[in-house]
């Protein structure tokens, strides 16, 4: 018998990212540190939630997992995502924590400064019997980053997720993103983020963590040492100059753009997402180095359009925005 086909539905996911989604209260004045700071903004946030938004607006359908409290931020938080096109059907509600809040204000010195609400926040009482095997499974990535990995039963149900990936054979990527100041001690940190480090087929970082996880500051050396067999791709952020990349068989590096730059949060998460899509539509690019620059131009240039626009799910590209960028430098470089 003819398989009957099947309508499409919004389980068409193709990236799951699993993890933080908080609220920012970012200050509204900049150069103040947090004791002068006289008022604070809210907006969403969260590594893998920008991700996860990220990529919807370039037009990859996502989803997210992850937790928060059954209290108007998290309401706020869960809108903000599906306005924003994101499935959130993986995401929960704690009744005995409030969502996650962050506030942060931009020094005089140009040094993000942080304070966190989470003792406990509600995204660290994630537990594994709430991620459904299915909705990892069935999409092609799984993205994660380290913060779900600092708590339990956060880390567990992580950890779950990264097995159900592995088990369904998808893509499994990460992005470390050290907070220091959300750990017990710089040692916790580096064990946990390479606890997440060794699933990973995909690995963003910046040099400054790669030093820190690796204890080599010569980037190669530190790709090296931190190398493992399921790895295929680890790509090296590097702010305006863009990025480095190391594979099994070869190394190099992709320039970034150069764009007015207003405000860099959430570039690193624009990039990331701007790597995922173009993973999806270059299957294993990191076999072929022309493919593998492709992607990493297109991830630049969604990392470089990010920093500028306040915030970051305001400043997260769309698909036309990142290919007009793209065109606009080749032209450049034609002429
Ligand atoms: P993170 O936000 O994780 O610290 P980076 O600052 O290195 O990471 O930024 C991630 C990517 O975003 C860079 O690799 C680059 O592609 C892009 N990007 C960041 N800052 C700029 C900038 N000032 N100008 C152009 N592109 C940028």
Same mark, same amino acid.
């Given at each position: ?29 900049? !150069? ?9 903004? %809210?907006?969403?946030?969260?590594? #893998?939630?920008?991700?996860?938004? /990220?990529?919807?607006?370039? /037009?990859?359908?996502? =989803? ?13 938080? *869960? ?14 509600? +704690?009744?005995?924590? @409030? ?6 204000? $931009? @020094? *005089? ?27 990892? =499974? ?6 994660? !980053?380290?913060?779900? $990995?600092?708590?339990?039963? /956060?880390?567990? +149900?992580?950890?779950?997720?990264? %097995? ?21 001690? +710089?040692?916790?940190? &580096?064990?946990?983020?390479?606890? !997440? ?6 690995? %963003? ?36 100059? !863009?990025?480095?990349?190391?594979? *099994?068989?070869?190394?190099? @590096?992709? #320039? ?10 959430? *570039? ?28 990493? &131009? ?11 626009? &306040?915030?970051?799910?305001?400043? $997260? #590209? ?10 606009? &430098? ?6």
């Amino acid at each position: 018998m003819a398989p009957t086909p099947t309508t499409p539905t919004r389980s068409a996911i193709q990236v799951v990212a699993l993890g933080e989604l908080l609220i920012d209260l970012v200050a509204t004045e900049a !150069g103040v540190s947090l004791v002068e700071a006289p008022a604070f903004q %809210k907006a969403a946030g969260g590594a #893998p939630a920008n991700v996860a938004v /990220g990529l919807a607006r370039l /037009g990859v359908p996502s =989803g997210f997992i992850g937790k928060v409290g059954n209290d108007d931020f998290g309401r706020f938080l *869960a809108q903000t995502l599906a306005a924003n096109g994101v499935d959130t059907r993986g995401l929960h509600y +704690a009744d005995e924590a @409030r969502t996650m809040l962050a506030f942060v204000s $931009l @020094r *005089a010195d140009g040094e993000r400064e942080f304070m966190f609400y989470r003792h406990p926040s509600a995204d660290m009482l994630l537990r594994p019997d709430e991620i459904d095997p299915a909705y990892v =499974g069935t999409a092609r990535v799984l993205h994660y !980053g380290s913060i779900s $990995l600092i708590a339990e039963p /956060g880390r567990s +149900a992580t950890l779950r997720a990264v %097995k159900i990936a592995q088990e369904w054979g998808r893509l499994i990527s990460y992005d470390p993103n050290l907070r220091l100041a959300l750990w017990p001690s +710089a040692e916790a940190a &580096r064990a946990g983020l390479l606890e !997440g480090w060794q699933f990973a087929h995909v690995i %963003k970082v910046s040099h400054e963590e790669l030093t820190f996880l690796s204890g080599e500051t010569d980037l190669a050396a530190g790709a090296r040492r931190l190398w493992h067999d399921r790895l295929c791709l680890l790509v090296i952020t590097e702010g305006a100059a !863009g990025c480095r990349y190391v594979t *099994a068989q070869t190394e190099g @590096r992709v #320039p970034g753009f150069r764009v007015p730059v207003v405000d860099t949060t959430g *570039a690193g998460d624009g990039f990331v997402a701007g790597l995922l899509a173009g993973l999806l539509e270059r299957e294993r690019a990191w076999e072929r180095v022309p493919d593998l620059e492709a992607v990493l &131009r297109f991830a630049n240039a969604v990392g470089a359009l990010t920093t500028t626009r &306040r915030g970051a799910i305001p400043a $997260l #590209p769309t698909r036309a925005q990142v290919e007009a960028l793209i065109a606009a &430098r080749i032209a450049r470089i034609d002429e």
